[in-house]
């Protein structure tokens, strides 16, 4: 191996300096990144991904920022809301930087302001609702935090795309308590149901009830009225019969009408008579007046009341049956 | 110098393949640069017949060249991608969109929902429910102008 010249030195460390700066100089960047460059430390412009050349020897890559949309944890956190119940909450962040110098340069610690600030705005919000509003109005919860979070965080350099609380757990204790208030209120809708139930059904079987009863009393009152005109026809063809008796009678001779009276009597007393039962006949007083309206047996009579007041003695009266008085029922003129 | 000069004008050849090799392998995109160099400068010197130290300083030269021209070139290629232009750009993929508001633009700042996350807008003072145009995006903050109708 030859001694180097001078010149040979030269040309040898001139190679190494060219692959040197070739090195320094040419950067390619990745795409989803962003490189600030800094002239002497003080950021000068930024580097889209691909490939480009910065001044070697002067110009340095400052930060390499990731521009793609990142998702940070928000940690669990204990909050006290309005109705001062401790729940803990945690959360998830999406945030996406679109100015890599402001990002790199404008605040010290990125990823630590962001979640300082998400999670005091988290307990702001939080603190300024009560328990139920919470666990029924997430989507409201997400649009605030994001609306306070996104504008802040925009000098920055960022856009926050949104932020979502994950889990709101209240203590045990409350959990529980839900649970009996939520089975409380099923309890008393079933009951509410079943009481509704029987209103309706004893409802209906009082309506039936009285429905009944009426349609009864209006037939009494249909058949009562029924009644009243039967007895009504009735009584009128009565008096339409004694009417023409009576006018039978007046044009007719009275002794027909005797005749006829009589020989109901006398059938009367036939069918009492040969009634099986019995023999003893109750006569009423009429009916000696029936006996003394027949002329012939009246006759007799009078004739044996003479013979035997002829023959007794005055002293002796012995007692008999007397048929009294020879009247006629119907007196003759 | 002794496999240096036995191997000839073929050092440059060899050079040249294995730091395209090492491109390959090695992501930083600078040895291409000098593998190019290296073929141009084996073919220069297969041409010339240079002494070494000529070679070392047409090879130096040539990778700075070689670099230059790629710029160049690649200077008039379109800048964007022809595909996902707004690849890490969302807001600027907004420009030109007509979005309606939803709460009023007061005092030169509004929101609007856009794609289920709230943007935040300036621009002139407008009621909710008018039509609007993004003319511009600046970072996360769009700048509007009502449209008519």
Do not use: C
């Not at chain 1, 509704?196 to 009426?214: C, P, V, W, Y």
């Not at chain 2, 700075?64 to 690849?87: C, G, H, I, T, Y």
Request: proline fraction near 4%; glycine fraction near 8%; charged fraction near 20%.
């Amino acid at each position: 191996m030859p001694m180097l010249s001078g010149f040979d030195l030269f040309v040898l460390i001139f190679v190494v300096l060219i692959v040197l700066t070739l090195f320094a100089g040419v950067k390619t960047v990745p795409q989803g990144y962003e490189w600030t460059v800094v002239r002497f430390n003080k950021y000068t412009r930024t580097l889209s991904p691909g490939l480009s050349v910065i001044v070697p020897f002067i110009d340095r890559i400052g930060s390499k920022v990731n521009m793609m949309e990142q998702v940070m944890d928000v940690p669990s956190q204990e909050v006290i809301t309005k109705d001062n119940a401790t729940i803990t909450v945690d959360g998830v962040a999406f945030y996406q930087v679109f100015d890599a110098a402001r990002s790199s340069y404008e605040v010290a610690n990125l990823t630590s302001a962001i979640l300082n600030l998400t999670t005091t705005n988290i307990r702001t919000v939080m603190g300024s609702m009560d328990l139920d509003q919470l666990l029924s109005h997430r989507d409201e919860i997400n649009e605030r935090l994001l609306h306070v979070v996104d504008a802040a965080a925009a000098n920055w350099g960022l856009k926050v795309n949104r932020i979502e609380i994950k889990d709101i757990v209240p203590p045990a204790d409350l959990v529980e308590a839900m649970g009996r208030q939520m089975k409380a209120e099923r309890v008393k809708r079933a009951l509410v149901l079943e009481a509704e139930g029987q209103r309706q059904s004893e409802i209906l079987r009082a309506e039936g009830a009285k429905q009944s009863q009426i349609l009864e009393a209006e037939g009494r009152r249909e058949a009562a009225f029924r009644d009243a005109e039967a007895r009504e026809r009735l009584a009128e063809a009565e008096a339409v019969a004694t009417r023409m008796v009576s006018e039978a009678v007046a044009q007719g001779d009275l002794n027909a009408l005797n005749y006829f009276i009589a020989d109901k009597y006398v059938k009367a007393l036939e069918s009492l008579a040969s009634a099986p039962n019995q023999r003893v006949l109750v006569l009423p007083v009429e009916a000696t007046a029936i006996l003394g309206s027949l002329a012939g047996v009246s006759e007799l009579f009078t004739s044996a009341q003479a013979a035997r007041d002829s023959r007794a003695a005055a002293p002796a009266r012995s007692t008999g049956p007397t048929v009294g008085g020879g009247g006629s029922l119907v007196p003759s003129s | 110098m002794s496999a240096f000069s036995a191997l000839g004008v073929w050092i440059w050849f060899i050079l040249g393949l294995v730091l395209l090799g090492a491109e390959v392998a090695l992501p930083g995109f600078f040895m291409l640069w000098l593998g190019v160099a290296a073929l141009a400068t084996g073919l220069i010197t297969l041409a010339l017949g240079l002494p070494w130290q000529a070679e070392f300083i047409v090879f130096g030269v040539l990778s700075v060249a070689a670099l230059v021209v790629w710029l160049r070139l690649a200077k008039q290629a379109s800048e964007a991608p022809a595909d996902n232009p707004f690849l890490n750009r969302r807001a600027a993929g907004y420009v030109g969109r007509e979005f309606l508001l939803e709460e009023a633009i007061v005092r030169g700042a509004g929101r609007v929902r856009i794609d289920d996350s709230v943007w935040r807008l300036a621009g002139p003072d407008l009621p909710a429910g008018s039509r609007v145009r993004v003319t511009r995006a600046d970072g996360g903050l769009l700048h509007v102008e009502a449209t008519g109708g």
